[in-house]
């Protein structure tokens, strides 16, 4: 069967004016992948996601979503792709001047047409399934930084994306929340059917909900290993094997 | 009961089965699509079966095709409608995913001591509580005062502790790089009033006197108090904005932790910068609207370069350089006064940033009108 892939990274290379980040990156997400994006602080992890989710061109190289190539579309096709997306930020990045349940429900509200009561009642399942229940009326400026991220996936999560792309999300979190949190990116591949793309450096994660992966080299500026994150720990090249076992080999 | 999706008969579009099954028991089933995309039943479709008296409720979900968030936010007002009346529900129906994603909406129990009343105020209550906050403030502009005063003091007897590097790099910030904003601005108000002086003073003959009108004018009021008002919206709000920004990233609290004084290190810099450029900008911003009454009066006005020249020179005193320069020291500290103020305030969002700088601006406008006013006032009575 030749399947078209669900996300394609083809020959992508990311760079800030002549320091090249990352190059020659390769690599298929496929539907139903929990794909792991890993490496050391600074390798490049959230710029690779900047490029996937259309916030900063690739110097070379694209991104496919199912065979359309993100990059070189038109803008209106653009835009109707990255509505398949939901975006969790590394620092959440809630609207300051909105309420919890106003940072859901806008994407709510801009691209359906349901009625306010309904809006409402998805806002408070989509924040009950993040632990935020009752949170509703908060200000982000009024929450924890570990409530920030979880509200962040609430409003990822607004419109059933297919795909989910978060980044880092258990660190700043405790590890009975981080656990939850994992649970729930599980479900959601499970019962929605979402492909996840996860950026995170956390092994707890890595190892406990990763069905493939690829590890960002700092030194040689590219990826060193894609596969499942746990068959890396023993075969994978010993840069990542030192890294997936805190250098304890 | 059945009900079905209203507007057509598409048997992929949802449909809802409701029947009593023995003494208590009310069956739900659930067929077709359950997704946001129709337009699926609210929670009040079923709630009059439910006021028949029943003690559980069960689900069948073998016809359902397919389901996303739109299913669970319907399922979950109904558990909550069941948690409320006591009705027992079996979830052994549902799909095994439905079930777990309500599992985990409920494994946090809801913050109800969180929940927020937002109540809508009266503009009495809104005009009141206004006045009561500004009351309220004037203690925190005194005490801010204060520690400025005493980091002015540290100072003078050498324990202030900042880097002289950042006097320098706020001494370029506020002077060299507004020169030409205010040499715009200087340019146009000469411009105007030595239009609005020539119109008068023809009547009675009197053109050279432009020249009085416009040099005395500028250097007196007007280039300081242009001066000011520029300093504010440029300067003014871009240290509201540094500092608060410095507020929402915990830079200040970091400085506080350290035995720092935030007032020393970011304060002091600032307002010395200010109170030694202002004075300067508002010589600078004299000469500019000097020279531009000087243009008017020569090209349209018909009077003599020399002759405007001299009568400049006629007219100036040192005395009046010397109000000019105090009141742009005044103005350059009453900007940053209220910048750094308005900064240290802020709170940690956003949001607050942007007030913090609208509030610096009006503010240091309100402050130099006041100021402007009562020295006037003053040098008047001492004959200056």
Known sequence: ?249 | MTFTHPHNSDERKWQLDIHHNGNDLLVVSCSGRWCLDQDLPSIETIQVEMDNALGRISFNTTQLSAWDTGFLAFLQSLLSLCAQRGITIDQDGLPKGVRHLLAMATAVPEQKAAKKRRKKQSLFFQVGSATIDFFRGAPEMLHFLGEITVSFGRLISGRARFRWSDLWWEIEEVGPRALIIVSVISLLVGLILAYLGADQLRLVGAQIFIADLVAIGMVREIGALMTGIIIAGRTGAAFAAQLGTMQVNEEIDAFKTLGLSPIDFLVLPRMLALMMMVPLLTLYASFVGMLAGLLVSATIFNISMFEYYNETLRALELKHFLVGLSKGSVYGAIVAYAGCLRGMQCGRSAESVGEAATSAVVTGILLITIAASLMTIIFYQLGI
């Not at chain 1, 900063?56 to 038109?74: C, H, I, M, S």
């Not at chain 1, 590890?175 to 450096?201: F, K």
Request: glycine letters at 8%; hydrophobic letters at 40%; charged letters at 20%.
């Open chain 1, 1 to 249: 069967m030749n399947e078209t892939p669900h996300i394609e990274i083809r020959n992508l290379t990311m760079a800030y004016g002549d320091f090249v980040i990352q190059h020659d990156l390769n690599f298929v997400v496929n539907k139903g992948d929990i794909f792991v994006i890993m490496g050391e602080n600074g390798c490049g992890k959230t710029t690779l996601m900047r490029a996937l989710i259309g916030l900063q061109r690739p110097a070379l190289g694209t991104v496919f979503y199912d065979g359309e190539d993100f990059w070189n579309v038109d803008l209106d096709q653009q835009a109707r792709l990255k509505r398949r997306l939901g975006i969790m930020f590394q620092g959440g990045a809630l609207w300051s001047s909105l309420t919890l349940a106003e940072n859901v429900a806008l994407p709510l509200k801009e691209y359906t047409d349901l009625a306010q009561r309904r809006i409402s009642d998805i806002v408070s399942f989509k924040l009950a399934l993040v632990g935020l229940a009752g949170f509703e009326d908060f200000y982000p400026s009024e929450l924890s930084g570990g409530m920030k991220k979880r509200a962040s996936l609430a409003r990822a999560m607004a419109l059933d994306p297919e795909i989910l792309v978060i980044d880092e999300p258990s660190s700043g979190l405790d590890p009975l929340t981080a656990s939850r949190l994992d649970d729930l990116i599980l479900e959601l591949r499970d019962s929605l059917g979402a492909t996840i793309v996860v950026i995170t450096h956390e092994l707890a994660s890595i190892l406990g909900i990763g069905t493939n992966s690829i590890f960002l080299d700092n030194e040689s500026h590219t990826m060193i290993n894609t596969g499942n994150p746990r068959e890396a720990l023993t075969s994978g090249d010993p840069r990542v094997r030192h890294f997936l076992t805190r250098g304890v080999t």
